[in-house]
């Protein structure tokens, strides 16, 4: 039996308003279930409110997930560029409004398929899983809407200024 690790964060606003938020850090065995993990975070919740003023408004539990190093790519391809994106809009059950998921990196080799990009095997499993859900995960739109198909697909290309900064692609002359 494997520990997974992870931390919850709890948002709380005091009387003027103003936000704040702290992380509780945990490990937990990975046997563990969601209702397991739910019901200590609730736990926690009573305890935080009984030595605060401020008003818990949230709470989020995120599980570090340890990467499955056989089937990933243990670095990118040379060709990969955050700026390159595949958003795929969805539709929601009973909601007019179309579900963006962008995929950013997108393969070079799918990108290059232009307007086709849709067709390509890994994409159309990778839809069909968001759609019919995993052996227990239930894939939903940001507003945890039910997504019932895809709408269309536009391929984009993104700035994402932040990344760019703190990259360089200059090199030193030799001899420096």
Same mark, same amino acid.
């Given at each position: 039996m494997a520990n997974v690790t992870? $931390?919850?964060t709890t948002s709380v606003v005091d009387y003027?308003?103003?936000p704040a938020a702290f992380q509780t850090f945990f490990t937990t065995p990975d046997t563990s279930t969601l209702a397991q993990v739910i019901t200590d975070?609730?736990?926690l919740q009573d305890k935080q409110d009984k030595v605060m003023d401020g008003?818990?408004?949230?709470?989020?539990v995120k599980?570090?997930?340890?990467?499955d190093i056989t089937a990933i790519k243990t670095s990118p391809v040379n060709t990969a560029e955050v700026e390159r994106t595949g958003l795929?809009? $969805?539709k929601q059950q009973n909601i007019k409004y179309k579900y963006g998921y962008d995929i950013?990196?997108?393969a070079r080799t799918i990108w290059d398929l232009g307007s086709a990009w849709l067709t390509d095997a890994n994409v159309k499993a990778?839809?069909?899983l968001i759609i019919a859900g995993g052996t227990v995960l239930g894939y939903d739109s940001k507003f945890l809407n039910d997504i019932t198909g895809v709408l269309d697909g536009v391929l984009t290309f993104r700035k994402h200024r932040k990344s760019l900064i703190r990259s360089s692609f200059e090199e030193a002359p030799a001899g420096e």
């Open positions: 992870g $931390f919850i003027l308003g103003d975070a609730i736990a008003q818990i408004v949230g709470m989020e599980i570090t997930v340890p990467l795929v809009n $969805f950013p990196t997108l990778l839809i069909d």
